[in-house]
């Protein structure tokens, strides 16, 4: 026996069919699904709920986000040093992507959750607000409360060049494997074709920076490069900000798994990006910023290119320049921290590595319920980490554990922009490279060795 769930949206009706099991307990989900009793065994329930609350992630468009307290109450001033280029209410963002190109009725390009063999390069410009200045913008980007909401809407989309299909053709000759020249030439010159991209827009800004975001589950194209654009602007709009965006977003029962399934078909085309990125000379440094999944995305991507690099006798941090390896409300288990970034000695690779968690991350609790997880490592807080995971922790100079405990919302999985204290010390880290603690400017509370805390009102730093 099954029972049918039906969500309505657009007028369209999708159906989502889960097994009865005998003496489950009836229960009820409010909100975009309405109201329904719905009778399912606590594994159905709690992976109908996790489905639910990380698929409120995605959203056709939004206001910008809360200004950091670093502005608002701190008395910094984001923009003065801004140039002229960047003095705009549009923003121009790079981004990569194996998302699959599609067009809509009108022919606007756009991408969706299906996967590319192919990975493309292009520029998304996002527009904030509709008719206010840049001046209007700059002043209510340094206050609490703001004249207008300021909505951000994904302007256009342009793609300026594709690299071939992977797997490249190839032969086996003598017990090594031979590449088709072809399509080695055609990657040579599309590589080129970013190269030459990413220098015009690095002659743009007087830091020498790409700072790259990946985002998590379910989140569509436009999302991801929300949270970018706004995240790059108040960090004074200072580097390259690069979207890398995968095919994640399909929603639906099967979305989380598909999701999942999509992190591990990207992870050859992140590399090949970050294998690009260190090819670029007048690249100074690399800030590396993953959110939820893409956290997973991005530790095995740095993984295999730290081992990569390690087995050819080069030092991981000398090739791929990576000042800050950032993973937001990471959504994976708590020992895969030890295995992937300290055991496999990954601390190595970056300068920095920072954590931001949560005990009141909502999305990550169904998950560690879903999975079974002795804690997602996206809700690490103060003695609730397992011994062995302290002990390696505390003996990672730069691995830092950041608790927040600010509140959070409903959901509270995407607080690192969403709140003005988490969001103010993201920018400390990325734009001050500032390392934890208040002898360095970045008065967090000290917990556990290598475990900071931060609360509702941070930072508390006085003007400059």
Same mark, same amino acid.
């Given at each position: 026996m099954e029972i049918d769930i039906y969500k309505l949206q657009n007028e369209n009706v999708a159906l989502l069919r889960f097994p009865m099991v005998q003496g489950a307990r009836p229960f009820t989900?409010?909100?975009?699904?309405?109201?329904?009793?719905?009778?399912?065994?606590?594994?159905?329930?709690?992976?109908?709920? $996790?489905?639910?609350v990380l698929g409120l992630?995605?959203?056709?468009?939004?206001?910008?986000?809360?200004?950091?307290?670093?502005?608002?109450?701190?008395?910094?001033?984001?923009?003065?040093?801004?140039?002229? #280029?960047?003095?705009?209410t549009r923003i121009d963002l790079l981004y990569v992507t194996d998302r699959a190109p599609e067009r809509d009725e009108q022919g606007n390009l756009g991408y969706?959750?299906?996967?590319?063999? =192919?990975?493309?390069?292009?520029?998304?410009?996002?527009?904030?607000? !509709?008719?206010?200045?840049?001046?209007?913008?700059?002043? /209510?980007?340094?206050?609490?409360?703001?004249? !207008?909401?300021?909505?951000?809407? $994904? /302007? =256009?989309?342009?793609?300026?060049?594709?690299?071939?299909?992977?797997?490249l053709p190839f032969t086996i000759e003598d017990g090594r494997v031979v590449r088709d020249a072809s399509s080695l030439q055609v990657q040579a010159h599309t590589e080129e074709a970013l190269r030459s991209e990413i220098v015009r827009r690095l002659?743009?800004?007087? !830091? %020498?920076?790409?700072? *790259?975001?990946?985002?998590?589950?379910?989140? #569509?194209?436009? /999302?991801?490069?929300?949270?970018?654009?706004?995240?790059?602007?108040f960090a004074g709009r200072e580097g390259v900000p690069l979207l890398y965006t995968w095919?994640?977003?399909?929603?639906?029962?099967?979305?989380?798994?598909? /999701?999942?399934?999509?992190?591990?078909?990207?992870?050859?085309? $992140? %590399?090949?990006?970050?294998?690009?990125?260190s090819r670029v000379p007048e690249i100074e440094r690399i800030h590396l910023l993953a959110h939820s999944r893409g956290s997973d995305v991005t530790l095995s991507a740095v993984r295999e290119l730290a081992i990569e690099a390690r087995a050819s006798g080069v030092d991981p941090r000398t090739r791929y320049r990576i000042a800050n390896l950032i993973l937001a409300a990471p959504d994976m288990d708590v020992e895969v $921290?030890?295995?992937r970034v300290i055991a496999e000695g990954m601390g190595a690779g970056p300068d920095l590595v920072t954590i931001y968690a949560s005990r009141g991350d909502r999305a990550l609790g169904l998950a560690e319920k879903l999975f079974g997880s002795v804690m997602r490592l996206g809700r690490a807080?103060?003695?609730?980490?397992?011994? #062995?995971? *302290?002990?390696?922790? !505390?003996?990672?100079?730069?691995?830092? *554990?950041?608790?927040?405990?600010?509140?959070?919302?409903?959901?509270?999985?995407?607080?690192?922009?969403? #709140?003005?204290?988490?969001s103010s010390d993201l920018i400390l880290v990325i734009r001050d490279r500032r390392r934890p603690g208040a002898e360095h400017g970045r008065p967090l509370k000290p917990a556990e060795t290598n475990l900071w805390v931060l609360e509702d009102g941070y930072p508390a730093l006085p003007k400059p």
């Amino acid at each position: 026996m099954e029972i049918d769930i039906y969500k309505l949206q657009n007028e369209n009706v999708a159906l989502l069919r889960f097994p009865m099991v005998q003496g489950a307990r009836p229960f009820t989900i409010t909100g975009f699904w309405g109201i329904q009793p719905i009778a399912a065994s606590p594994l159905v329930r709690v992976a109908f709920l $996790l489905l639910y609350v990380l698929g409120l992630a995605g959203c056709a468009g939004r206001p910008l986000m809360p200004t950091p307290n670093l502005y608002a109450s701190a008395g910094r001033e984001p923009f003065t040093a801004v140039g002229a #280029d960047q003095r705009s209410t549009r923003i121009d963002l790079l981004y990569v992507t194996d998302r699959a190109p599609e067009r809509d009725e009108q022919g606007n390009l756009g991408y969706g959750h299906e996967r590319s063999r =192919s990975m493309a390069f292009g520029s998304a410009t996002i527009q904030i607000g !509709e008719e206010g200045t840049w001046e209007a913008l700059a002043r /209510d980007s340094g206050r609490h409360k703001r004249s !207008e909401p300021w909505d951000l809407q $994904l /302007d =256009s989309v342009r793609e300026l060049g594709r690299f071939p299909p992977t797997p490249l053709p190839f032969t086996i000759e003598d017990g090594r494997v031979v590449r088709d020249a072809s399509s080695l030439q055609v990657q040579a010159h599309t590589e080129e074709a970013l190269r030459s991209e990413i220098v015009r827009r690095l002659s743009m800004t007087p !830091e %020498k920076e790409v700072i *790259v975001y990946v985002h998590g589950y379910n989140n #569509d194209f436009d /999302d991801a490069a929300f949270t970018l654009a706004e995240l790059w602007h108040f960090a004074g709009r200072e580097g390259v900000p690069l979207l890398y965006t995968w095919p994640a977003g399909r929603g639906g029962l099967t979305g989380y798994a598909y /999701d999942r399934e999509s992190g591990e078909f990207t992870i050859f085309h $992140l %590399k090949q990006l970050l294998r690009a990125l260190s090819r670029v000379p007048e690249i100074e440094r690399i800030h590396l910023l993953a959110h939820s999944r893409g956290s997973d995305v991005t530790l095995s991507a740095v993984r295999e290119l730290a081992i990569e690099a390690r087995a050819s006798g080069v030092d991981p941090r000398t090739r791929y320049r990576i000042a800050n390896l950032i993973l937001a409300a990471p959504d994976m288990d708590v020992e895969v $921290l030890g295995q992937r970034v300290i055991a496999e000695g990954m601390g190595a690779g970056p300068d920095l590595v920072t954590i931001y968690a949560s005990r009141g991350d909502r999305a990550l609790g169904l998950a560690e319920k879903l999975f079974g997880s002795v804690m997602r490592l996206g809700r690490a807080r103060e003695g609730s980490l397992p011994p #062995d995971i *302290v002990n390696l922790v !505390e003996k990672a100079v730069n691995v830092s *554990v950041v608790e927040s405990r600010v509140r959070t919302g409903l959901i509270g999985h995407g607080y690192f922009h969403s #709140d003005p204290a988490a969001s103010s010390d993201l920018i400390l880290v990325i734009r001050d490279r500032r390392r934890p603690g208040a002898e360095h400017g970045r008065p967090l509370k000290p917990a556990e060795t290598n475990l900071w805390v931060l609360e509702d009102g941070y930072p508390a730093l006085p003007k400059p």
